[in-house]
């Protein structure tokens, strides 16, 4: 990937997930039809735990589910502007189109550049 493009690792990761265990739920994506509640039932982000202690990682799993829950349109409006403030989403009009962005340079649709 070219230096200075637009990357979502907590997007992509959960897609390439979906991909596998939902391949119903990743089509939804590439479509952005997905719901969160969909994609939360698929990976459970309050069960996510920290790989060296075993508790769950409130931290990363709320950073994650919130980002997914503005690129769903699901989000509080203050989450929402604070979110569009991530210089990650200038170039899209739209927060879906992000997961589609994802989902096209997961299939090789899409060139970063």
């Given at each position: 990937?070219?230096?200075?493009?637009?990357?979502?690792?907590?997007?992509?990761?959960?897609?390439?997930?979906?991909?596998?265990?939902?391949?119903?739920?990743?089509?939804?994506?590439?479509?952005?039809?997905?719901?969160?509640?969909?994609?939360?039932?698929?990976?459970?982000?309050?069960?996510?735990?920290?790989?060296?202690?075993?508790?769950?990682?409130?931290?990363?799993?709320?950073?994650?589910?919130?980002?997914?829950?503005?690129?769903?349109?699901?989000?509080?409006?203050?989450?929402?502007?604070?979110?569009?403030?991530?210089?990650?989403?200038?170039s899209f009009r739209a927060p879906t189109e992000v997961m589609v962005y994802?989902?096209?340079?997961?299939?090789?649709?899409?060139?970063?550049?």
């Amino acid at each position: 990937m070219r230096q200075g493009s637009t990357f979502f690792p907590e997007v992509i990761s959960v897609l390439c997930l979906l991909k596998v265990i939902e391949p119903e739920l990743y089509d939804a994506a590439r479509r952005a039809t997905l719901h969160f509640d969909a994609l939360n039932a698929a990976v459970q982000f309050d069960q996510w735990r920290n790989p060296n202690t075993q508790e769950i990682d409130e931290h990363v799993s709320q950073r994650i589910a919130g980002i997914w829950r503005v690129i769903l349109g699901e989000a509080s409006a203050d989450d929402q502007s604070r979110m569009r403030q991530d210089h990650r989403f200038v170039s899209f009009r739209a927060p879906t189109e992000v997961m589609v962005y994802c989902c096209e340079l997961i299939d090789c649709f899409a060139f970063p550049g």
